[in-house]
């Protein structure tokens, strides 16, 4: 009989093997832990009620729903094929829907008020995401290897890499003084993407986060090209439905509209 590690280790190969980034595996076996915790005895003993009971946890976003739904049934699909398991519990698993919902960008007088107010630090992560349009996983490890004078290389979701241009002077003074790690640990490496991301949430007021100001970046970046595709490719979006999702159409827009159907 397989035992939990052993089964998490294997998988952990295959998915590296895939290509998967080291972020994507740590949060699939953290994920993975989960069913671990409810079916100790191990993978063999899971049935698609216990993947259920996992799935109904209250409070999850529906993002986070769907991750470890796409986990486990990752975890599930392979430990069968690969005659770990006699069957498959994740076979007859529903699908998970993540509501579309509303761009929420944050106000330009609120960003302004937050780099005016904060700390140095701080201040460049609030500028990293409203500017740039990073992620606070891709803020954190910001170095300065990964600056060649006009734009940042960002490694984002799933290892994908891509090339950000930088334009604001303020900001490129920043990355210029930058020797090694932006944002350095105590210890060492870098901080966390998760404290990175309470920085910036306490520098902003109540509702704003540091995702709003992606979704400033990609609102403005839309309002100034027109292009969809340009801004997916600054944000890092693999699809062009996913960038319409971070897009609040300006006003202006709106109004021809509604006007030409008056």
Not at 177 to 183: I, Q, V
Not at 213 to 224: I, S, V
Request: with cysteine; charged share 25%; net charge positive.
């Amino acid at each position: 009989m397989t035992t939990w590690a052993d089964a998490a280790s294997a998988w952990a190969t295959a998915l590296q093997a895939a290509g998967r980034s080291p972020r994507t595996i740590r949060l699939y076996l953290c994920h993975l832990r989960k069913i671990e915790r409810i079916a100790p005895a191990g993978p063999e003993h899971v049935t698609i009620a216990d993947l259920r009971r996992i799935l109904a946890t209250e409070g999850w976003a529906p993002e986070t729903r769907k991750s470890v739904r796409s986990a486990l049934a990752g975890f599930f699909n392979w430990a069968h094929a690969e005659g770990l398991t006699a069957t498959n519990p994740a076979a007859r698993l529903d699908r998970v829907s993540v509501p579309a919902g509303v761009p929420r960008p944050t106000p330009e007088e609120i960003v302004a008020r937050a780099i005016e107010a904060a700390a140095p630090r701080v201040r460049a992560m609030i500028m990293l995401g409203a500017y740039a349009g990073l992620r606070c996983i891709e803020i954190a490890p910001v170095h300065s290897r990964d600056w060649d004078g006009d734009g940042l290389y960002v490694t984002g979701k799933g290892g994908r890499q891509r090339y950000v241009p930088v334009v604001r002077e303020d900001l490129r003074a920043v990355l210029r003084t930058a020797d090694g790690y932006l944002f350095p640990g105590r210890i060492e490496g870098h901080l966390s993407a998760g404290y990175v991301g309470k920085l910036i949430g306490w520098a902003l007021p109540e509702g704003w986060t540091a995702h709003t100001l992606r979704h400033r970046c990609a609102t403005r970046m839309f309002a100034g090209t027109h292009d969809l595709l340009a801004v997916g490719a600054v944000l890092g979006h693999a699809r062009p439905e996913t960038t319409k999702r971070y897009v609040r159409l300006p006003d202006d827009f709106l109004r021809e509209a509604v006007a030409a159907a008056a």
